[in-house]
């Protein structure tokens, strides 16, 4: 199925050329349809690759479109990941460096070489291939065990509130170390992290909330150790002085988000384009060996992160034949870059068979690529396999245009998602 409009020059019709017009502009963020990216970052692609942008707060910065230079610009160690806030390409910093430093000092984000290889160091081997593999039964249990919950659940019932945010969820906390009893707590916390809409007061106590919390779980791990990641950053503490129980806080914090929050909507943007129009849910349900192809162009096509990542040159650099100055900012479109003619074919087309589908750039490239990638890749696996096999005639219970998404949070994906079935 096509969603997007273009010409043969790969430019909507009737939309205006920006060619001529270097003024910088904002980040654009309206979608004319919730599973593509915004009309005019496929102008931009084509006419102003690197293309000037205006922030929400400071003087103007670069916008990165095509795929070929945001591969290059996420290896470049010129661009620096240190900045002062993670949203500020899209809402104007609600709060200072210094209030930053202290309630949350940088973690995997938010660094760079030889802080960064020091922190995922202590991560890393948590995330290796064999300990995916060990954790395969069960996510498998995880994943039958809520598709019980849904196959008893009154019609029509929201798959995201039912699998796909609590299976995720439920792994995450059982790699961390973080009681799944304290879910609501926070996946509210982080919900609300990755908000746009929060003003000052409410970020700063959620961010308070968020880190009091997690050095409280420490010091609870610190007194009973497990078998899980909080407790091996203690014991790496240990032989570490450096490493700070605020250092641990912010680490798990940003692993508790990006494990739950990304994975999960990914789960519900696959179900609904398998389940929207022309229905590819049956095809891949007789088909079942192109799950792996549908994990791979969901992760492409309705790319979770919505807003790209943001850079900082810290040595002057040239990019797609842009001089970029030093202390000037960059922003790297992950959607955009995904949808890019010149790297995929038809790219606006969700094609289940796509072969290179994978080389897509969701995860990320380079120094900063996504620890975490097998782990989502093992469980949306899991729940779409299982969920074809399971709910053969699954079908959306609204009009799939009229589904919403979120459009104000840094992770794009359905609010809710409702589905009918046969019992």
């Given at each position: 199925?096509?969603?997007?409009?273009?010409?043969?020059?790969?430019?909507?019709?009737?939309?205006?050329?920006?060619?001529?017009?270097?003024?910088?502009?904002?980040?654009?963020?309206?979608?004319?349809?919730?599973?593509?990216?915004?009309?005019?970052?496929?102008?931009?692609?084509?006419?102003?690759?690197?293309?000037?942008?205006?922030?929400p707060?400071?003087?103007?910065?670069?916008?990165?479109?095509?795929?070929?230079?945001?591969?290059?610009?996420?290896?470049?160690?010129?661009?620096?990941?240190r900045?002062?806030?993670?949203?500020?390409?899209?809402?104007?910093?609600?709060?200072?460096?210094?209030?930053?430093?202290v309630?949350?000092?940088?973690?995997?984000?938010t660094?760079?070489?030889?802080?960064?290889?020091?922190?995922?160091?202590?991560?890393?081997?948590?995330?290796?291939?064999?300990?995916?593999?060990?954790?395969?039964?069960?996510?498998?249990?995880?994943?039958?065990?809520?598709?019980?919950?849904?196959?008893?659940?009154p019609?029509?019932?929201?798959?995201?509130?039912?699998?796909?945010?609590?299976?995720?969820?439920?792994?995450?906390?059982?790699?961390?170390?973080?009681?799944?009893?304290?879910?609501?707590?926070?996946?509210?916390?982080?919900?609300?992290?990755?908000?746009?809409?929060?003003?000052?007061?409410?970020?700063?106590?959620?961010?308070?909330?968020?880190?009091?919390?997690?050095?409280?779980?420490?010091?609870?791990?610190?007194?009973?150790?497990?078998?899980?990641?909080?407790?091996?950053?203690?014991?790496?503490?240990?032989?570490?002085?450096?490493?700070?129980?605020e250092?641990?806080?912010a680490?798990?914090?940003?692993?508790?988000?990006?494990?739950?929050?990304?994975?999960?909507?990914?789960?519900?943007?696959?179900?609904?384009?398998?389940?929207?129009?022309?229905?590819?849910?049956?095809?891949?349900?007789?088909?079942?060996?192109?799950?792996?192809?549908?994990?791979?162009?969901?992760?492409?096509?309705?790319?979770?992160?919505?807003?790209?990542?943001?850079?900082?040159?810290?040595?002057?650099?040239?990019?797609?034949?842009?001089?970029?100055?030093?202390?000037?900012?960059?922003?790297?479109?992950?959607?955009?870059?995904?949808?890019?003619?010149?790297?995929?074919?038809?790219?606006?087309?969700?094609?289940?068979?796509?072969?290179?589908?994978?080389?897509?750039?969701?995860f990320?490239?380079?120094?900063?690529?996504?620890?975490?990638?097998q782990?989502?890749r093992?469980?949306?696996?899991?729940?779409?396999?299982?969920?074809?096999?399971?709910?053969?005639?699954?079908?959306?219970?609204?009009?799939?245009?009229?589904?919403?998404?979120?459009?104000?949070?840094?992770?794009?994906?359905?609010?809710?998602?409702?589905?009918?079935?046969t019992?």
């Amino acid at each position: 199925m096509v969603s997007g409009r273009q010409t043969r020059a790969g430019v909507p019709p009737g939309r205006p050329r920006p060619g001529a017009d270097r003024a910088p502009r904002p980040l654009p963020v309206e979608r004319s349809t919730p599973l593509d990216p915004p009309d005019e970052l496929r102008i931009l692609r084509f006419e102003q690759p690197v293309a000037p942008l205006a922030f929400p707060d400071g003087p103007p910065g670069w916008l990165i479109t095509r795929y070929d230079d945001v591969r290059v610009a996420l290896a470049d160690p010129r661009l620096s990941s240190r900045r002062p806030h993670l949203n500020s390409h899209v809402r104007a910093s609600l709060i200072t460096s210094e209030e930053m430093a202290v309630l949350r000092p940088s973690d995997l984000l938010t660094s760079d070489p030889p802080a960064h290889t020091r922190l995922r160091r202590l991560v890393a081997g948590h995330f290796t291939a064999r300990r995916m593999n060990q954790l395969t039964g069960r996510i498998q249990t995880i994943v039958d065990q809520h598709l019980d919950a849904l196959a008893a659940a009154p019609q029509p019932v929201d798959l995201m509130q039912t699998v796909a945010l609590p299976v995720p969820s439920l792994v995450i906390s059982e790699l961390l170390g973080v009681p799944f009893a304290d879910r609501d707590q926070y996946q509210r916390l982080t919900g609300e992290l990755l908000s746009l809409d929060r003003t000052r007061e409410q970020l700063l106590a959620g961010k308070a909330e968020m880190k009091s919390y997690l050095l409280h779980l420490i010091g609870a791990r610190r007194a009973e150790p497990d078998d899980d990641l909080l407790s091996g950053l203690l014991q790496a503490q240990s032989a570490d002085a450096t490493l700070s129980d605020e250092e641990i806080a912010a680490l798990a914090q940003l692993i508790l988000i990006a494990g739950h929050e990304t994975t999960a909507h990914v789960i519900g943007l696959a179900v609904l384009l398998l389940l929207r129009p022309p229905r590819l849910w049956d095809t891949v349900r007789r088909r079942p060996e192109l799950v792996d192809g549908v994990v791979e162009e969901t992760l492409r096509y309705a790319t979770a992160l919505q807003f790209g990542l943001l850079r900082v040159a810290r040595e002057p650099l040239t990019l797609a034949g842009q001089s970029i100055a030093v202390g000037e900012r960059v922003v790297l479109h992950l959607p955009a870059a995904n949808r890019d003619g010149n790297r995929f074919t038809d790219p606006d087309r969700f094609d289940v068979h796509r072969t290179d589908a994978a080389r897509h750039l969701s995860f990320g490239h380079g120094p900063h690529h996504c620890l975490g990638d097998q782990l989502a890749r093992v469980e949306l696996r899991t729940v779409l396999a299982t969920m074809l096999h399971r709910f053969p005639d699954l079908e959306l219970a609204t009009d799939p245009d009229e589904i919403l998404t979120h459009t104000h949070r840094v992770v794009h994906g359905p609010a809710r998602l409702l589905v009918d079935f046969t019992p």
